[in-house]
């Protein structure tokens, strides 16, 4: 029998190629055998599409409340500007009237209900006349 050719498979320590065409001749000759190491079982690939049917599920829910969240904001800031330019009712105003405004005030209230109660009767003196 005649001695080896060749040295044979030996393990050789593992470090950067420098010479680029004899990395990529190196790395052509493993592709395949990587490449099947990445191929994934049935298994596997129903795990990771109900992750990622999971995560598209996550992401959209975000994206709802995102949405809820800004409306919100929206709503509270025009009820906010809606408080600040409403008017103050006539029974809120009161409270804040001092001694001499709230006599202006209950004058005021006594011209009104006596210019009403006089249109009132002047109304209801047509409706005779016409009635008649």
């Known amino acids: 029998m005649e001695g080896k050719k060749t040295a044979g498979r030996q393990k050789i320590p593992m470090e950067k190629i420098e010479n680029k065409v004899a990395r990529y001749s190196s790395f052509s000759k ?6 099947k190491l990445a191929e994934l079982s049935d298994t596997t690939k129903l795990v990771v599409t109900n992750v990622r049917n999971n995560v598209n599920e ?3 829910k975000l994206a709802e ?3 809820r969240e800004d ?12 408080k600040e330019m409403r008017e103050i009712g006539w029974w809120e105003d009161i ?15 006594n011209v ?9 009767q002047q109304l209801e003196n047509e409706v005779a006349s016409n009635a008649s």
């Open 58 to 60: 996550t992401e959209y």
């Open 95 to 109: 409270e804040k009237l001092k001694i001499d405004e709230l006599t202006q005030f209950e004058a005021w209230l």
């Open 112 to 120: 009104a209900d006596y210019n009403m109660k006089d249109r009132l």
């Open 71 to 82: 409306v919100a904001s929206k709503e509270t800031i025009a009820l906010d500007q809606a």
């Open 65 to 67: 409340f995102k949405i």
């Open 30 to 35: 493993r592709r395949l055998n990587l490449y």
